[in-house]
């Protein structure tokens, strides 16, 4: 079975600052990826995902990811955060065996 | 299209206690799971459903059970509610097992006392 890992547990960023969150994975054959959000007191929501192609996956909100095939990672960035940005996001994996698996994930704090 | 819905949003039980969460979906998806949310934990797979009449253990099944009757409707069931079992469970739906996302209902918070 894969395992996902998020590198940070806590971003605090103030508004305007570029994001980069991490995630790698440990599953070897092929893959879908995924990042989702989750705001306060809401539901996952899709941010962005990767199933083929290009490996820049641009998603909402003026999010993108690079799948790194060599790295096993998948990392989210966002050149210029606002204060909307803070929330809770997850990495995610489904390696084809019905288990789509989960980070941690990072909570992000955005000053305004 | 109301997507995934989850009843009820909140509930305290008593140890001991049972209960079913309910999760209907009305997108005509096979695949369908229930998750836990816990802090620093993410979410945790507890069983899972690749259509009518098929179910699987995920990572965490110990204390639960699901059927899957019907392409539109998953339930959770607590057989004896125990304080570890105190979450927020959210169920999801997909399309398929690959190439899909999943979509998922507003989530349960259950305290159990």
């Known amino acids: 079975a894969q395992s996902v890992s998020q590198h940070n547990h806590h971003v605090i960023l103030s508004e305007a600052a570029s994001l980069e969150l991490g995630c790698n994975y440990s599953?070897?054959?092929?893959?879908?990826l995924f990042w989702y959000v989750q705001y306060p007191g809401q539901h996952l929501q899709l941010l962005l995902k990767y199933f083929s192609g290009d490996p820049l996956v641009k998603g909402i909100k003026g999010f993108e990811a690079e799948f790194i095939k060599s790295k096993f990672s998948f990392n989210l960035r966002k050149p210029s955060v606002q204060w909307s940005d803070t929330a809770e996001y997850f990495c995610a994996v489904n390696g084809g065996d019905y288990k789509l698996s989960f980070g941690a994930g990072t909570t992000v704090t955005v000053r305004a | 299209n109301a997507g995934v819905t989850q009843t009820p949003k909140f509930q305290v039980l008593k140890t001991g206690q049972s209960m079913t969460l309910q999760c209907a979906q009305d997108?005509?998806?096979?695949?369908m799971s229930w998750y836990r949310q816990d802090p620093g934990m993410g979410l945790r797979l507890i069983h899972y459903s690749v259509g009518a009449g098929i179910t699987d253990q995920g990572e965490v099944p110990n204390g639960y059970n699901v059927s899957r009757s019907t392409t539109e409707d998953f339930p959770l069931r607590l057989l004896s509610a125990a304080p570890s079992q105190t979450s927020v469970y959210f169920c999801a739906s997909s399309y398929s097992v690959m190439n899909t996302e999943a979509f998922f209902g507003q989530g349960t918070r259950l305290t159990v006392v």
């Open positions: 599953y070897g054959g092929t893959v879908n």
């Open positions: 997108m005509n998806h096979e695949y």
